[in-house]
């Protein structure tokens, strides 16, 4: 079986400036021609039983609806070279090699595309362990640092509960995978977490930072500390964005999303500020499919805001490389 399978969704190649103009669809890309690789993963256990997820889908067909212009930053994403490799190759209904499949593609993507950044697109967040496990997989010496924006700490104990989508932390610090100490959970707020992850995550020294904390220090402030301090003590960033953690009004239909939560606008300011970050080389977006029905065509277009907002800090943080090494130069 291959590892990776072509999108349902596909677009001509054509030269513009939208979306679905700019970036291209490859099955191979030149590793040396790519700045940033996205693949999608199909597995969702939003409802509790598996099913293929909406939102890789739904994320590519709303392409057309957006420009490469970003005109707060005046930025313009053409610059970069983003490509959409398709999505892995699972199988619904066997969850275990569903599982390994994204293990073992995460793994290949982070070998062939050293130079690249990668981003994935779920699915529930039980895609994110095993995104991780792939990416130590490919480079066991690294130490991995998380950035989760959610409002859950996702750290039950699976030999207690069983196999849940909303338990990759616990999986990621049992197996070894990462450390607590470098695990940071930003968004956390209200009635949503037990006292007893909240105990395993303060055992564990997990960061956790609350949106009341975050709003009264500066988000930016807040931000940017967390990043310097990853880059102090690991190897390479990952940031995983649970869309549960926007507050309920911007993303009603996601299962998990609550009161109080992330408004649209902090969500991108965050995802900017993360992208100016080289430290961050791996990415995720996860947690938008309902538990019923069809995604809601406001939040899938906030979800992909939020990606164009990553690729806004990224393009932004190019430019002033460019810039200051011009001004060395003079």
Same mark, same amino acid.
């Given at each position: 079986?291959?590892?990776?399978?072509?999108?349902?969704?596909?677009?001509?190649?054509? $030269?513009?400036?939208?979306?679905?103009?700019?970036?291209?669809?490859?099955?191979?890309?030149?590793?040396?021609?790519?700045?940033?690789?996205?693949?999608?993963?199909?597995?969702?256990?939003?409802?509790?039983?598996?099913?293929?997820?909406?939102?890789?889908?739904?994320?590519?067909?709303?392409?057309?609806?957006?420009?490469?212009?970003?005109?707060?930053?005046?930025?313009?994403?053409?610059?970069?070279?983003?490509? *959409?490799?398709?999505?892995?190759?699972?199988?619904?209904? *066997?969850?275990?090699?569903?599982?390994?499949?994204? @293990?073992?593609?995460?793994? $290949?993507?982070?070998?062939?595309?050293?130079?690249?950044?990668?981003?994935?697109?779920?699915?529930?967040?039980?895609?994110?362990?095993?995104?991780?496990?792939?990416?130590?997989?490919?480079?066991?010496?690294?130490?991995?640092?998380?950035?989760?924006?959610?409002?859950?700490?996702?750290?039950? $104990?699976?030999?207690?509960?069983?196999?849940?989508? *909303?338990?990759?932390?616990?999986?990621?610090?049992?197996?070894?995978?990462? @450390?607590?100490?470098?695990?940071?959970?930003?968004?956390?707020?209200?009635?949503?977490?037990?006292?007893?992850?909240?105990?395993?995550?303060? @055992?564990?020294?997990?960061?956790?930072?609350?949106?009341?904390?975050?709003?009264?220090?500066?988000?930016?402030?807040?931000?940017?500390?967390?990043?310097?301090?990853?880059?102090?003590?690991?190897?390479?960033?990952?940031?995983?964005?649970?869309?549960?953690?926007?507050?309920?009004?911007?993303?009603?239909?996601?299962?998990?999303?609550?009161?109080?939560?992330?408004?649209?606008?902090?969500?991108?300011?965050?995802?900017?500020?993360?992208?100016? $970050?080289?430290?961050?080389?791996?990415?995720?977006?996860?947690?938008?499919?309902?538990? @019923?029905?069809?995604?809601?065509?406001?939040?899938?277009?906030?979800?992909?805001?939020?990606?164009?907002?990553?690729?806004?800090?990224?393009?932004? *943080?190019?430019?002033?490389?460019?810039?200051?090494?011009?001004?060395?130069?003079?």
């Amino acid at each position: 079986m291959n590892m990776f399978i072509q999108s349902e969704c596909q677009w001509k190649q054509e $030269n513009g400036s939208a979306m679905h103009q700019w970036i291209k669809q490859q099955a191979n890309p030149n590793p040396n021609e790519v700045d940033i690789v996205v693949y999608g993963a199909l597995l969702s256990y939003a409802n509790g039983a598996s099913s293929k997820a909406q939102y890789p889908t739904a994320f590519r067909k709303a392409w057309p609806g957006f420009q490469s212009y970003n005109l707060d930053e005046q930025v313009n994403l053409r610059a970069l070279s983003v490509v *959409d490799i398709g999505d892995v190759a699972i199988l619904e209904k *066997d969850r275990m090699l569903s599982e390994s499949a994204i @293990e073992a593609a995460a793994e $290949n993507l982070s070998i062939a595309y050293q130079r690249s950044f990668t981003c994935l697109i779920g699915g529930d967040h039980t895609i994110t362990a095993h995104s991780i496990k792939g990416i130590k997989n490919a480079f066991p010496q690294d130490r991995i640092g998380i950035i989760q924006i959610d409002t859950h700490l996702d750290a039950r $104990n699976q030999e207690e509960i069983g196999l849940a989508q *909303d338990s990759p932390i616990h999986q990621l610090i049992a197996a070894g995978v990462v @450390e607590g100490r470098h695990v940071y959970n930003v968004g956390l707020h209200g009635f949503f977490n037990s006292p007893e992850m909240i105990h395993y995550a303060k @055992e564990q020294g997990i960061h956790m930072i609350t949106l009341k904390q975050m709003r009264r220090d500066g988000i930016q402030l807040t931000i940017r500390e967390m990043l310097r301090q990853l880059m102090y003590e690991v190897d390479r960033i990952y940031v995983s964005v649970d869309l549960d953690a926007l507050d309920i009004v911007f993303a009603c239909d996601v299962p998990a999303a609550s009161p109080g939560g992330l408004t649209a606008y902090e969500l991108f300011d965050i995802l900017k500020l993360i992208g100016e $970050n080289e430290g961050v080389r791996h990415i995720d977006f996860v947690y938008a499919d309902p538990k @019923e029905g069809i995604l809601r065509p406001e939040t899938v277009k906030i979800g992909v805001t939020a990606f164009l907002q990553w690729l806004t800090g990224i393009q932004l *943080d190019h430019r002033n490389r460019i810039s200051k090494k011009g001004k060395v130069m003079l």
